[in-house]
């Protein structure tokens, strides 16, 4: 594992997003919702002032617009610097990865602004840092990475039910299942659109009603990256790199378990001491 402790022992700046899609706080939580979905992207860099950022996750968007005071209001009237968490973790430029992805799993995020001279360089995603471990041709021990039992969902089941749960557990995806065959995904950004576009469509007096009608099935993607039980993990990083929320193990049309970044991310650092 010596080529791999060298690859996370390369600084920050050598694998960061140099131009991250950075929003005005004045910005509309409408076009932030849009802009993350359209490029399938979890987070948004909100610009306060020169010096002064914040970040908006999925999460922040579902956890705002299930809030009680929420019903009644017009996403348009809603700007990201309400729903920007601040003062956001940021990390040095020379900053080893693998003191980049210590501090992800520590603090339960996955976007890092990084800072080189007093201001935001770029920005460091754990999509970025497996990217950069594609070329690692190792073979991985997919039960030590493997999540078994992942939190899921049947496909008649109330997305409302989940939403509190995504956001809280901070869980980027839900597998669909009746009985033990696999039908299907829901992932944050599902979820966050969903929810988007009922108070696009739908009158305040009716939301909450027509939310809590919406069930998994409706909000489940069909396309999903799948392995079998011998990969590398560069085979793995690949398919994260690509956008893959989770990365399912199915077999016979049943379903075996799921890996996250996370998942990647702690076996990596457990091989590397």
Known sequence: MRRLRNLL?????EVMNKSPLILKKSVDLREGVKA???NSISHLLVEFDDRSFGVVSEKDVIFRLVSRSAWRVNVSSLHLSSVSSQPVITIPSDAEIEEAVRVMLREGIGLLPVISEGRIVGVLTKQDILASLISEDVPME???????????????????????????N???????????????LVTDLDAMYALYRVYEL???????ERVTRIIMRDVMRHTFEVIGPDV????VCEKFSKGAKAILLIQNQEFNGLIAKSDILEYLLSKVG
């Open 202 to 208: 739908v009158p305040w007096e009716l939301r909450r």
């Open 36 to 38: 993350m979905y359209s």
């Open 232 to 235: 590398t993990i560069s085979d």
């Open 9 to 13: 022992k390369r600084s920050v700046r």
């Open 142 to 168: 997919t039960e030590m990475v493997i999540n078994r039992r992942p939190l899921s969902s049947g496909p008649q089941e109330r997305l409302i039910n989940y939403l509190v749960l995504l956001s809280k």
């Open 170 to 184: 901070r869980l980027s995806s839900v597998p669909i299942l009746e009985h033990v065959k696999f039908l299907g």
